[in-house]
């Protein structure tokens, strides 16, 4: 074990001393950054995009829209996150002219990875929830787009939080990818103090640690939204 | 007040309505009977187009609410509804579930309003001859004011004032219809439709809900049930309509209906279930 102490040693003379964990929660803030607005625009995008494939389809607007719907979820579901991160980051924006750091690049195609997943999410969510209430309310005057906000869409989160929460933390681990592109997540910080001190079992270590401790945070987070949000329940 | 005129609706190749013409005055309680899959719902929930009717008319207030064309949402205000399964909302309060409605398309059209006068003041400034503005006398304070007082009222005359924070997993089942039909009350309807009210319920508790739709009945509301409460029908109803394989086949009074049916199809179902 005298050997670990070395490198333990040698760790944090990098991580300490040579200021490794500004680069480090540099890393967690961007991980971070990059997981939360990307499931905030998934949510969004999920959301209307689950709205457009249970709407009655008689009509002509709701079937092109679906259509799209259809496309875009095949898209993102048919390729993985890293090819749409190159594809996005090399292809896309030099061929639209436009400049945007790696950053934002990760964020916008996180995002629009999750919605494609979570439209399915939603799509299962909705359709749990009692036809009778969408019913209620439009028999009430309300339009399909109020009912929708204000009676179906909440009750449906209710029951999906937990799928959604694991969305959340398969997104948090994903984002281990963004390096392809010069986004630096904890994966480049880390690598950064193992280059440094010629030493990698630590720095990588320490980065599982972090990770499981990130996603035991967020699944407890998860746990008490979901207790407060059963409180319509009989059971709480 | 409610003309149809031939209503017919299909689902795929099986037709459900097979031409309905029926004329509902106001003030008339009108209850259907008939056997199950004799059409009955289905006509009730065609009547505020919960269903899309295939073809025919529906004549509310002068204006054909089954054509495509006409704002549905805004005949639907004047028309309650209430379900054999309550259908209260899950995720409001019994009190949000009153005032959700009323306030929500208050506050709707009070935007609309200030919206349209922003537009005549904008005109006025540049043609000479001034448009007035929509008269607004109220605010968004006072409608949500207003909407909880009513139903607060409503609650009282129900007896479950008491409940009105609550959610309604916590009620038991006549209690949900109570509520429910109070809900529709809160808009004010010119018209309830009520979808076989007491079907999902327990037996002891059907007589509450009864009485409340009876003494909705004696206060003139004018309104259309589908039941198979036989001895409700003949003490509330002032007409029978006698329903089977998509078409009335009995349309007479009460008296006339259970004492005296004319049709044989009548007959044999009120032997049944009489």
Not at chain 1, 116 to 125: D, F, P, T
Not at chain 1, 176 to 205: C, H, K, Q, R
Not at chain 2, 236 to 261: C, H, K, Q, W, Y
Request: aromatic fraction near 8%; glycine fraction near 6%.
């Amino acid at each position: 074990m005298g050997n670990f102490d070395r490198k333990l040693i040698k760790f944090w003379e990098i991580f300490y001393n040579n200021k490794g964990y500004i680069k480090v929660l540099e890393g967690l803030k961007n991980t971070l950054y990059i997981a939360i607005l990307g499931l905030v625009i998934g949510i969004i995008i999920g959301t209307l995009i689950a709205t457009v494939k249970v709407m009655p389809k008689y009509k002509k607007l709701p079937r092109i829209l679906n259509a799209i719907c259809d496309f875009y979820v095949g898209l993102f579901r048919g390729t993985p996150v890293v090819v749409q991160l190159l594809v996005a980051y090399y292809v896309v924006l030099p061929l639209l002219g436009i400049n945007l750091s790696a950053l934002t690049v990760c964020v916008l195609v996180f995002g629009l990875n999750s919605g494609a997943y979570v439209s399915e999410i939603m799509r299962s969510g909705i359709m749990s929830v009692d036809h009778g209430q969408m019913e209620a309310g439009r028999a009430l005057g309300l339009s399909y787009r109020v009912t929708m906000l204000k009676i179906v869409i909440p009750q449906a989160v209710k029951n999906i939080l937990p799928t959604l929460g694991n969305e959340f933390i398969a997104l948090i681990k994903e984002t281990s990818v963004v390096s392809f592109v010069g986004a630096a997540d904890l994966y480049v910080a880390f690598s950064y103090i193992g280059t440094n001190s010629y030493e990698f079992m630590v720095p990588y270590l320490a980065m599982a640690l972090i990770y499981i401790a990130l996603v035991m945070i967020i699944a407890s987070l998860i746990k008490v939204m979901e207790r407060r949000l059963r409180k319509s329940d009989r059971r709480n | 007040m409610i003309d149809v005129i031939n209503l017919k609706k299909s689902y795929g190749d099986l037709e459900v309505l097979k031409g309905i013409t029926v004329s509902i005055k106001e003030g008339e309680k009108v209850a259907i009977i008939g056997p199950s899959g004799s059409g009955k719902s289905t006509f009730l929930r065609c009547l505020n187009c919960m269903e899309d009717p295939t073809s025919g008319s529906i004549i509310f207030e002068g204006v054909d609410i089954a054509d495509m064309r006409v704002d549905i949402n805004l005949y639907r205000r004047h028309m309650g509804m209430v379900f054999q399964q309550f259908n209260l909302f899950n995720n409001k309060t019994v009190i949000e579930n009153i005032m959700l409605a009323p306030v929500y398309l208050g506050i709707h059209d009070l935007n609309v309003m200030k919206f349209k006068n922003f537009f005549i003041k904008f005109r006025n400034i540049f043609s000479k001859e001034k448009k007035p503005l929509y008269e607004i006398n109220t605010t968004r304070e006072k409608i949500k004011a207003d909407a909880r007082e009513n139903a607060m009222r409503l609650l009282k005359r129900i007896g479950l004032e008491d409940k009105a924070d609550v959610y309604p997993s916590t009620l038991s089942g006549g209690q949900k219809q109570r509520i429910a039909i109070i809900r529709a009350l809160a808009m004010n309807p010119k018209v309830i439709l009520f979808d076989e009210p007491t079907s999902a319920l327990d037996p002891e508790m059907v007589g509450e809900v009864l009485d409340l739709i009876r003494q909705l009945a004696d206060e003139g509301m004018t309104m259309v049930i589908v039941t198979h409460e036989m001895g409700f029908a003949r003490e509330v109803a002032t007409r029978v309509l006698f329903m089977d394989d998509g078409r009335i086949l009995e349309d007479n009074t009460p008296e006339e209906i259970f004492s005296n049916p004319q049709n044989p199809r009548t007959r044999e179902f009120l032997s049944k279930v009489l």
